[in-house]
Nanobody, 124 residues
């Protein structure tokens, strides 16, 4: 059974960078579509980026396009989210998710494996 563990969150200044990692165990990430979501208290969970391991296609939320990059290391069986030019509104808990290789989307019900999340705070 696939298990996901996020790391790499922390405090960053506006304009700074962080790289989040999502280490997988129990199965290979290549068997799934993969995604990063952001959770802010009192708000709905928001899809940030997702990756099809079938054809390599990627989707990004409009709010992070040009600033965030999703990638995967097959050897380390780890998913990444490179976050550049961070803004205070990027603050939140970031969760990685994996799901069956259906249509790539930000719909939460397309993902059935979730990590616990890592906190990102962007503040001066």
């Amino acid at each position: 059974q696939l298990q996901l563990v996020e790391s790499g969150g922390g405090l960053a200044q506006p304009g700074g960078s962080l790289k989040l990692s999502c280490a997988a165990s129990g199965s290979t990430l290549d068997d799934y579509n993969l995604a990063w979501f952001r959770q802010i208290p009192g708000k709905e969970r928001e899809g940030i980026s997702c990756l099809s391991t079938s054809d390599g296609s990627r989707l990004y939320a409009d709010s992070v396009k040009g600033r965030f990059t999703i990638s995967k290391d097959n050897v380390k069986n780890t998913l990444y989210l490179q976050m550049d030019n961070l803004k205070p509104e990027d603050t939140g808990t970031y969760l990685c998710a994996a799901g069956p290789k259906y249509l790539l989307s930000f719909r939460e019900y397309h993902y059935d494996r979730w990590g616990q999340g890592t906190q990102v705070t962007v503040s001066s």
